[in-house]
């Protein structure tokens, strides 16, 4: 098999796909895919969410078969049936979602995920000697529960590294590190590519493709729509390409005035202690929040938005005077008590936690509305007695908000990520509140439901609303938001108003521990 790889050295492609069709069931994933990768190349694969990106390079790393087309290596058909099979033929992959045990080190982690047998000490020297090369630094004898996402990153590189690869793809890699770390990653895909190993590197984000990629193959609806050199395409052509339609600009113009601010929320010290060894701490947060304000809140996951979000949605309680909405405590106020003042709050998952995947949605809908109506013995019977409830309201907010379903009512979980999302803050917006938590609105969800969402979000605070924007997404931080700040280890930074911030400032806190 090895001597099937070696022939053809010469050759400058060294991973072809040729017309590749994968199915699941009936729906067609990737159609008819053609691509080459040349050696020592960055090629970036860009395409909206659902595109068949993922789809596409599960089948290189020997996750899922073709069902139609062949892969060439060194302009040989292989056949990798498994991931072994792809790492034996050199091919390396950083995933998404890290595959790293937390309790164990970094070194550990790695040892058991190698196909080769190394001793412990030998395996630490390869880590450092791969880390100092490539400028990958990490502590091989630190536990991964105490690395940042970054490091974490690095680890799942080098795991890779390690095997010497010809071609390094990775999935999304930049979605959840900061500026600083993204940098440095580039420095390293640059390397990498100097020295001859091929990268694929997907993503959504125009701007990095341009920076990092010398050539971009673009994917819609699971066929390839065109390869292109990324030093002749503005990142304007990128997207209309990807999306398949003229992009829509957001109406950012803000007629804000100043005179008649109104403080919605108060935050005071707040303080909470972790659930649970995976929790994090809240510090002495401090927000201040007039209407028609919209405050950003930037910082990378895991840092205590989940437990920020609880806290003043009221998921949490027990806390007393911290929180303050138009003047009254609320921190010991349950949901539907905030609600009932005019407060919203939109979950990071939409799955389960903003909806009940399982429920119609005109009963996720009632779920949320219920304690606004008036709930005596009639209405009781006829919620009983019909499944009409809330479906004016549902109907309502799917028509507002260009919620696209498959039929009239539909379960959660048959709606794509984008439309969910537009569903739940249109639900949101709907009983006309005062004050709006939002927390990652636009993660995961394509381009065109993301500017939707977007504008959604301004026009609100148009209307002097209150709004508080929790985001890893920066490019979203900066262009919705009037103040910014960020979380990192539980603590909040001094809010500041944009003019006064920079992207890397906010990079350097969102690193700051
Ligand atoms: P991308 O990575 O570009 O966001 P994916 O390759 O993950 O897209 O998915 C492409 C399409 O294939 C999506 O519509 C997705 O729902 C569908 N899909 C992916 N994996 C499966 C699977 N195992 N079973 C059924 N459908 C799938
Ligand atoms: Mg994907």
Redesign the pocket.
Known sequence: MLLHIMVNLNSKILLKANNITKK??N?V??NSIDLEIKKGEIHALL??????????V?MFYGL?LPDEGEIFLNEKAVSITNPKLARYFGIGMVFQHFSLFPALTVTENILISLDKNFSKKELENKISDISKKWGLSIKPSKKVNELSVGEQQRVEIIRCLLQNPKILIM??PTSVLSPQEIKNLFKVLKNLSNSGCSILY?SHKLNEIKEIAKTVTI?KT?QVIDTLDTKNVSTKILAEKMVGKKVVKLKTKRSFTKTKQKVALLVNNLSRTKKNLFGVSLNNINIFLNYGEILGIAGIAGNGQVELMEALSGETTGIKEEIMFEGKPIGDCKIDFRRRLGMEFVPEERNNHATVSDFKLNENTFLTFFGRYNINESFIKKMMTSANYSYEDSIEIIKKNDVRCPHENPMAKQL?GGNLQKFIIGRSFQSNPKLVIISQPTWGVDIGAATSIRQQIINLSQNQKAIILISQDLDEIFELSDKISVISNGHLSKIKNKQNISPTEVGLLMGKN
């Not at 395409?47 to 596409?56: C, D, F, H, R, V």
Request: glycine content about 22%.
């Open positions: 699941f069931g729906f994933a990737n395409g909206e969410n659902g595109a068949g990106k993922s789809t596409l599960k899922l999935d999304e997907i994917l699971g794509s």
